[in-house]
């Protein structure tokens, strides 16, 4: 599949802005302090910037609004209804901390099941596809939760110690929560390097009974949207390299700052730490996203020979 910027923007940023809101939503930092105020903003930005960035993928951007139609049996729309209605107890706790400097616990419960719900719909748009194989998995909604929140854990880290309220246990549970993550992510990697796919050549023609079927001709000798959109390649040692630096810069890197976070306490070397930790997970975030979608094969490319 074609790795479109900004789908890969889109899924990185809201992600990330989810998470830090869920965990905002659940009081982890005082309201009084300035940062969190910021963070909450910071939050709303990243949502906004992420779901603003998902209609350039569309061939017409002003029609996205009708996607919110079909909610009972698109997981798009769902996406996008649950994204609204997430506004609503994200903005009023933004408001509340940003304003009166007070944290409510309703609204931010509230808006951190909302996150996490939204965050599944956007997992399903891709793993109810069954053309795409490698995406039709349980593990994939697992995966995207996962790391959303450990996206919000690891802000939140840097935040708690802007404020100098630092906690011990934010860093743990950010630890664990990329540690679950890339549990969940490897074993999905797994899954789609030794599947054995469901849909050939031999399917896709019915034909099979006869016997193999091999490409004389393509259908058309120009490219079109399919070839352009679901034909991309990547070759698999490429691959392989993508997928260690995502784990190393997401995964190894972020937990390493993390403990190190822990070893120095407040301070500007545990600030610094923290802050180094979120530009690792982002940036291995940005890779990890590219391959989900750069290793994904559609179903439809069996009509081109691939």
Not at 41 to 67: D, E, F, K, V, Y
Not at 75 to 87: C, D, H, P
Not at 224 to 245: C, D, P, Q, S, W
């Amino acid at each position: 599949m074609h790795p479109a910027p900004s789908i890969i923007f889109f899924t990185t940023a809201s992600g990330l802005g989810y998470g830090l809101a869920a965990v905002l939503g659940l009081g982890v930092l005082d309201p009084a302090a300035l940062s969190a105020g910021i963070a909450y903003l910071l939050a709303l930005a990243l949502i906004s910037g992420g779901l603003l960035s998902s209609t350039l993928h569309l061939g017409n951007p002003q029609r996205a609004w009708r996607a919110l139609s079909q909610w009972r049996s698109s997981w798009l729309s769902r996406e996008g209804v649950m994204a609204i209605l997430t506004f609503v107890p994200l903005v009023i706790c933004a408001w509340a901390t940003l304003f009166n400097h007070a944290y409510l616990p309703l609204a931010g419960v509230i808006g951190a099941i909302f996150c996490a719900v939204t965050v599944y719909c956007t997992a399903m748009i891709y793993a109810s596809l069954k053309s795409v194989q490698a995406w039709n998995t349980r593990l994939t909604p697992i995966c995207y939760l996962l790391f959303a929140a450990a996206g919000g854990a690891v802000l939140a880290t840097f935040f708690a110690l802007c404020s100098g309220a630092f906690a011990r246990w934010l860093p743990l549970a950010a630890i664990v929560l990329i540690a679950g993550a890339w549990v969940a992510k490897l074993r999905w990697r797994e899954r789609l390097l030794t599947m054995k796919p469901l849909s050939t050549p031999e399917s896709a023609t019915g034909l099979g009974p006869i016997g193999s079927v091999a490409l004389l001709e393509r259908p058309h000798v120009t490219e079109n949207y399919l070839t352009t959109e679901m034909g991309f390649r990547i070759a698999r040692k490429h691959a392989g390299k993508l997928a260690r630096v995502a784990f190393g810069l997401a995964g190894v890197v972020p937990v390493l700052l993390l403990i190190a976070v822990l070893v120095a306490g407040q301070g500007t070397s545990g600030l610094i730490a923290s802050a180094l930790a979120v530009i690792a997970f982002v940036a291995g975030i940005l890779v990890e996203r590219w391959l989900f979608f750069a290793e994904a094969r559609h179903a439809v490319m069996n009509y081109y020979g691939q």
